[in-house]
């Protein structure tokens, strides 16, 4: 007996789903469940419902009930963890173990949201500096935006979404939301938790559509803010096209690099570098690309690399022994193993991998010989791939680090403060990790890109402050003065 097929219509008053689009799983070709898409007259009804929720409801909405609305829901997410987590491997192929991670990882964004929501202080500035202001107060209070337009990738469908609702709620704000296309199903589940916990109607929409549809979200003069995770080539377009005065952060990816130096712990750093660059087929922003070895330890550290590559277990996403899944398309696995074969026509060395095995798997790929213009070394992946090359001095680290147009995080494995700190200093990347891959994120950590990998900051804190404005407001306490 077949089993019948999940139906996500859409939540918008006066809009009654038409079109339907199915889900489909990266690794079996199953579908996981139907989703109703949205129109430009759904997105304009979102929009208005959008902007109301927060006129009536939002911004009035006192600290302490925003803040009690994302606790529960980071209460309800981990109640949740095995239905999220078995969604997320599905309609994404991302491996199970490191699915149930990401459910953790999205509780824990609400639970900080939930503190960070009374912690939204502002400030008194002191005006009596100059004759002529001797009895007046100023004060500057964070009032929320509006409506703010969050659009997100597949790679992570619960966490990345978390880290654009959470800050948002947390401000006062209402958000209308279009999934990615390939894993809208987590952020449907995620919207009913949230509207068990308490948060009002229209205060989260969601809008699920594909193509050119979503400009009718990102191009309007309702929004305050627009906050993007996707492309380069997208979302510095995006950039360019809203409406003037909405903000705009961009997280767009990058060729994260590692530097192991010759005093570094290499099996820390083989390991590190291994999970790092292959952890969700490498369909990460911050993967590790690139890794660079001192010359005089390089041959130690490739062998230890290859040693933890070869030990990882590739396949079906929903066994928990699985470390490598699926390709999220058949675009994704060609355009991976298309930028290998060019690499090694231009003189790069497979030392590992290359090669699909179907259902949008492919090997995990250790190349060295590599060079800096060969698309694998300067562009970003967002595969299994992974090139190993050699440097002689620190500066010729920072050197190689650099030459990039990217400059998201970096990892550096050093046992020396000084070169740890002379290393931190010089790659030019919105974070530096000293002794682990630039893969490692921390929620409430500061989070963004420099050059073409970005603008504006994620992480809870300091995405509520982008989500936030300032006003200052001025007492005059003897106004015969």
Known sequence: MLQEIVKYPLSIDGITSTEFVDVI????????????????????????????????TMR????????????????????????LARTIAMEGGKPIKDARVEVSRAANTFAIASREALRLDGEQLQMDTMAGSDARVGIIMREPVGVVAAVTPFNFPLNLVAHKLAPAIAGGNTVVLKPSSNTPVSSFKLAALMKQAGLPDHALILTPCRGSKGNALVHDKRLAVLTFTGSQEVGWRLRGE????????LELGGNAGIVVHDDADLDAAARAACRGGYAHAGQVCISVQRVYVQSRIYDKFLSKFRDAVSALKVGDPLKDDTDVGPLIDKGSVDKTL??????????????????????????????????????VVCQEVFGPVVAV????????????MNDSVYGLQAGVFTANVDVAFKLA?????????????PTFRADHMP??????????????RYALTEMTQPKFICFNLDPKV
Request: hydrophobic residues 40%.
């Open 425 to 437: 200093r010089g790659i030019d990347a919105g974070g530096v990790i000293v002794n682990d891959a």
């Open 389 to 400: 090359m050699k440097y002689d001095t620190v500066d010729d680290a920072i050197a190689v």
């Open 60 to 83: 009035k909405m006192p600290a302490y009930q925003r803040s009690e609305i994302l606790a529960k829901t980071a209460e309800l997410i981990k109640a949740n963890i095995e239905d």
């Open 338 to 375: 298309s930028m290998v074969d060019e690499a090694v026509k231009s003189g790069a060395k497979l030392v590992a991998g290359g090669k699909s095995s179907g259902k949008n798997i492919v090997e995990p790929v250790i190349l060295t010989e590599t060079d800096a213009k060969m698309s």
């Open 25 to 56: 799983s990266p690794y079996s070709g199953d579908i996981v469940a139907s989703v109703g898409q949205a129109d430009e007259k759904a997105i304009d009804m979102a929009l208005a419902l959008s902007k109301k929720c927060f006129e009536q």
């Open 242 to 249: 809203v409406y003037p005065g909405v903000r705009v952060i």
């Open 447 to 460: 989070y963004g890109g420099r050059k073409e990998s970005g603008l504006g900051l994620e992480g809870v």
